[in-house]
């Protein structure tokens, strides 16, 4: 083969620098073509090969007692015990969804689906991340309701319950929303299918649907900034069919039964391009495969555009020889297209072929393993940015007193605190979304801190269990840019203790890194600290990484030109296990008379840096300041918290449970009101801290539980040995109450009925965006 030199606009356009262009034709002894130089492009950017981030990904343990496929396949794999396995895995979606919000977020919800499948799990359930300028800009509303209008159209008509996730509003979003989807699949079939192709001349199946020129270049257009320019790049953003790829789920898994399959692989980022060379590098051998052999949509279609198509709802398999008949016809019985389009190979290269002619040959390592890494050197010093934020102290604020703060009251504060569309209710999202599809859902969205979802083995069924697994997403992206070590470890931290409060064993770790450009000093000191603190976080947690994504270059150019970064937002997807459906807390209160204890220290009892206004949602709200240090994690208190809630759960003891995150102490008991509908009183200890600190401090191991007076006996003698440092704080009042929070026996700071908590609570998002389009 030979072809002229690229020029530097076509370098360009394909997203890759010339000294990469200058390696490619090293590596291939000659000039590539127009569809290889598009096929260097998909797989050398950061979307495919991680080339800023895999030499910091290395840090990330991945192995435990449970896994049984970490890194590396479409989807991690646990043991989850009575003959069970789980996959599960988080990607993003955030450029397609800037771009064209329904279609992004809805194909950024099918292609999650498809990695679990693929492994030959049935997905039970999903989850995402969300993050969205604020809502006052009239943007922001469109994305916000088209990514929320694309999750719930996808997840409702391919049948998967959406039972969790989190949603945050921050200026830092507002060109470039993220949009981070989970899904959690149980597998159905006994051996893990895997995507590495075997068999020297076994045939390659093309199966699904057919290939058009939607999501051209999808994988080169997720890793570069978005500008004014970027509505010219609709072409890169897929079109899905949630009821085409409903059957292609049941086509798949029938087909995965017979044993006629031996490797599949989901046609994701950079479609045909990437599912051939990653099959073909993990097996050690090649794939010829030819493209009029592939199913069209669309007439006239050169190599180029088949290689880079990221058209949904396609796999590729690799099926045993003479078995190829029979998985064509499954899929044809499910009106699905199926073909062989190509045949394993010994040379360990991807050749395709186009109207008899060799379109493309290229070594499968040079595409897939043997990619470009960049390890770049680490700022000395902080940043400045945040040295400055750093300098900042709690005295900086204007005094408080009893009467409150800056002329607001702390009862005025804290409505304020419950109607900011982080902290409020996201109802409005979680309605739409069909939750309990499949009948596994046992906690419903908003009412604990963690989903829960009830596990029913179809290989091996045993009517005796009761198991159940809890999973979370996590991540205060605030403290993460003040602080992205101490910030990356406080959302792995955040994550176990959720599962803790439902009285789940954090297993297994996802996650989903959104950045801006590593190629920038500050950006790049933000991803390696970032990975740096989730290394050390899921080490100390037992929690091994078992793979996931990385989204880079997440930045918004403004009018002049210049980038904006989004606030660097690592996401921590986790998931645990529960022996006893049965013994599952909620977050909200169950019963007039309930002790209320305080598990971890708390501020009044540290006055240190694990718990603190610094970075807090109060001082951005009330006081528009984002500043100080984050709350820092003390892993081995975390530990002895999780563990003794967990206990008291399983014990009986406890009757609900909830961690204090944004918004601090006075925020977790509001929402345990709201969720309860009862009210409380609560004694914080008469301190000489600051009185926001106390109501509005965030981190520590702090966890909110009830118990019931006949168990008070068994709890605090638990307690004497495993965590000295409970705090009994108040009790459970009826509905009629109000909750009162009081500093020491005589100065009461708030007192709010339980209704006005509830209406400033649940109906913030609603309000905004009526009053926002009015």
Known sequence: MSSPACSPEEIASEGLKPDEYAEIVRRLGRHPNRAELGMFGVMWSEHCCYKNSRSLLSQFPTEGDRILVGPGENAGVIDVGNGMQVAFKIESHNHPSAIEPFQGAATGVGGILRDIFTMGARPIAALN??????????????????????????????GVPTVGGEVSFDEAYS???LVNAMAIGLMEIPEIMKSGAVGIGNPVLYV????????????????????????????????????????????????FKTGGVAAAQDMGAAGITCSTAEMAANGGVGIELDLDLIPAREPGMVPYEYLLSESQERMLFVAHAGREQELIEIFHRWGLQAVVAGSVIEEPIVRILFEGSVAAEIPAKALSDNTPIYKRELMKEPPEYAQKAWAWQESDLPEATIAGIDGKSWKQILLNLLSSPTIASKQWVYRQYDHQVQNNTVTMPGGADAAVIRLRSQITPDPKANAGLAATVDCNARYVYLNPYEGALAAVAEAARN??????????????????????????????????????????????????????????????????PIYPTPVVGMVGLIDDLTKVCGQGWQAEGDLIYLLGLGAERTGDSNVTLGGSEYLKVIHQTVAGQPPKVDIELELKVQAACRYGIRQGWIHSAHDCAEGGLAIALAESCISG???????????RLRRDTLLFSEGGARILVTVSPQYQAAWESYCQTHLPDLQQIGSVRAASAPLTIQKGDSETLISLAVADLDDAWSHAIERALAKSSS
């Open 677 to 687: 509908q009862k009210g409380a009183t609560i004694t914080l200890p008469n301190s």
């Open 175 to 177: 060109g470039n929303p």
């Open 208 to 255: 699904g649907s057919t290939t058009g020129r939607d999501g051209m270049g999808g994988a080169s257009f997720a890793s570069a900034e978005l500008s004014d320019e970027s509505e010219a790049n609709r072409p890169a953003v897929q079109v899905g069919d949630p009821f085409l790829e409903k059957s292609l789920v049941e086509a798949c898994l029938e087909a």
């Open 499 to 564: 599962l803790s409060c439902v009285g789940a064993e954090p297993v297994a770790v996802t996650d989903n890194l959104n950045f801006g450009s590593p190629e920038k000093p500050v950006g790049y000191w933000q991803l390696a600290e970032a990975c740096r603190g989730l290394a050390e976080g899921c080490r100390g947690f037992s929690t091994p990484v078992t793979g996931g994504n990385v989204s880079l270059y997440n930045e918004t150019l403004d009018s002049n030109g210049k980038p904006q």
């Open 129 to 158: 991340s969300l993050r969205f300028g604020n809502l006052d800009s009239a943007r922001t509303r469109q994305i916000f309701t088209g990514v929320v209008s694309g999750i719930a159209h996808y997840g409702n008509c391919f």
